[in-house]
């Protein structure tokens, strides 16, 4: 289970955090909603302590993130960055079973290789691209590629930003039931950004809604349309005009 | 408030200054204490073996032979000025060996090395990658800048030796072919007068300016701000700062040597 409590973060003057609350069960989907720049990302990287957060608490099981194993941390996590973020030096199969090729994790190389090439066939790919530089997929096999390699340990935390940004509607599609295969048969606890209503109704079993550096709305997904909520409802109905000012 | 500002601007500068020298010093020491800590990256050593020290080669021997060609030449006509033309041989091979061997393969490594690990890690950061290795329980100090360091401090004193070597050959190139010394007594004079503090200085000294090289870019490359603006800045003042650097130790070590 993962919990925030009264998070915040600034950037210089710009306060991008301003007291996140967030549960989020063991075992569940939790989509989070909000309008670009609001600090999606930013509050997603708080959780795995790539960003240090001013104030507040995170708690995962209970236990402060920040104290203790870093590395028995982190191997429970799985993060797909909203750029990919692949290294870009190495081939695309050493990019996904970059984990299962060195640390506490190691394995065989040929075995490595194997997990790699059957992540890369669930995100859709064909096993030739194992051996491109990710330089030489385009943007949406990238983001595929990236998917692959959050999910190549079987992590029990799986963090995405954006999964299905630039992915065509089918492809789309076999990620969103990607992702809730993973949550529903792994039992994985699964924190998604996305922009996309269609993967929100596929993937989620809560949604939260950040605007402003809080969440203005969190239920169960069912809830979402009979929210009441003006903020969420422009947002679902993906309106110009409302509460959220659109043009500033 | 106008009479103020430069006092403001240097104590601000001087701040500044003091505390990005906090900063360098303990990545620094960070850096060297994750060399002797496992885990280890031998594949990621292997790679910045062969790019700061084999592929360095070409460069720093093609600058050593120009340097020690033009400096042949150089003392040939100042020493003709009060009849001492005999000293090219030894003046090349202490001027090569103790001097310009180390410092110019030293601002070679910086615009060669420093610039290019710079500019990686500086992307590496602005497009996250700095932060997925993170995700993926391994430590950029250690996969990234450990094997860096550790490969320019092994690498740049031999490429230095080599240098030192290639600038006497391009000294002795342009005594014997332009200038008529005898071949063998060149040779003769140059291995007669050299001592072996002279080489140690050299190799410490390329020792010290491959860290400071290696340092630097990664230093400045983990730093970087956001986007291409960010890399741009965090190459330029690596590269900058670690010529300055190379030279101010340079100094301070024929100092050292010197009073040896
Ligand atoms: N490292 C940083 N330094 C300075 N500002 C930052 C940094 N990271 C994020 N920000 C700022 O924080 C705000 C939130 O950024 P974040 O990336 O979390 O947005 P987001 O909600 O994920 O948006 P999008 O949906 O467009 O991805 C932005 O205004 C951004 O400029
Ligand atoms: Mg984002």
């Known amino acids: 289970m993962i919990r925030m409590e009264n998070v915040t973060k600034s950037f210089g003057q710009k306060h991008v955090l301003r007291g996140l609350d967030l549960e989020i069960p063991r075992g569940t989907s939790m989509v989070i909603i909000g309008g670009s720049g609001t600090g999606k990302s930013v509050a997603l990287k708080c959780v795995l302590g790539l960003i240090q957060p001013d104030s507040g608490k995170i708690l995962v099981d209970g236990k402060d993130a920040r104290g203790g194993d870093r590395d028995a941390f982190l191997a429970r996590f799985g993060m797909l960055f909203q750029g990919g973020a692949l290294f870009d030096s190495l081939p695309v199969w050493q990019n996904v079973a970059f984990r ?32 491109l530089l990710p330089a030489e ?74 605007h402003d550096g809080v969440i203005q709305w969190t239920g169960p997904v069912a809830d979402m349309d009979a929210s009441g909520d003006p903020y969420l409802e422009q947002f679902i109905h993906g309106r110009a005009e409302g509460p959220i000012e659109a043009v500033r | 408030m106008i009479i103020l500002s430069p006092l403001g601007w240097l104590g601000r500068s001087t701040l500044y200054f003091l505390a990005a020298t906090g900063r360098i010093t303990l990545f620094a020491l960070q850096a060297f204490s ?17 790019q700061i020290g084999w592929l360095s080669l070409p460069v720093v021997g093609m600058t050593a032979l120009f340097t020690g060609g033009a400096l042949a030449l150089q003392i040939y006509s100042g020493g003709s000025r009060f009849n001492a033309e005999a000293v090219v041989p030894q003046i090349v091979a ?3 060996v103790r001097e310009l061997g180390p410092v110019m393969a030293g601002l070679m490594i910086a615009a060669r090395v420093t610039s290019s690990i710079a500019a990686e890690i500086a992307t590496m950061k602005v497009t996250e990658q700095i932060d997925a290795l993170v995700t993926l329980s391994t430590d950029p100090m250690k996969y ?45 004079n ?4 050299l001592e072996p503090l002279d080489i140690i200085s050299s190799l410490a000294k390329g020792a010290a300016f491959g860290v400071i090289a290696a340092m630097m870019g990664c230093y400045f490359g983990m730093a970087s701000g956001r986007g291409a603006m960010g890399v741009g800045r965090a190459t330029k003042d690596s590269v900058e700062t670690a010529a300055v650097l190379i030279l101010a130790a340079n100094f301070a070590l024929t100092g050292v040597f010197f009073s040896l």
């Open chain 1, 100 to 131: 299962l090729l060195r640390g506490r994790l190691k394995r065989p190389q040929a075995e490595a290789r194997e997990i790699a090439v059957d992540k890369l066939r669930r995100v859709g790919l064909t096993p030739d691209v194992a051996d």
């Open chain 2, 94 to 96: 202490i001027g090569m």
């Open chain 2, 34 to 50: 994750h060399i002797f800590r496992p885990p280890w990256y031998p594949r990621e050593l292997f790679n910045a073996l062969m």
């Open chain 1, 137 to 210: 997929l385009s943007g949406g096999m990238q983001k595929r590629v990236g998917l692959a390699r959050a999910i190549a340990a079987d992590p029990e935390i799986i963090f995405f930003d954006e999964p299905t940004t630039g992915l065509d509607p089918i492809m789309s599609g076999v990620i969103n039931d990607l992702i809730r295969e993973i949550v529903v048969e792994m039992g994985a606890t699964a924190m998604t950004i996305t922009h996309d209503m269609t993967s929100v109704r596929a993937i989620a079993d809560n949604v939260a809604m950040l």
């Open chain 2, 190 to 193: 140059t291995v007669d007068f």
């Open chain 2, 144 to 188: 990234l800048v450990a094997p860096r360091v550790l490969a320019a401090l092994l690498t740049v004193p031999v490429l230095v030796g080599v240098g030192d070597i290639i600038g006497i050959a391009g000294g002795y190139t342009v005594a014997v072919q332009s200038l008529g010394f005898n071949p063998a007594a060149y040779l003769q």
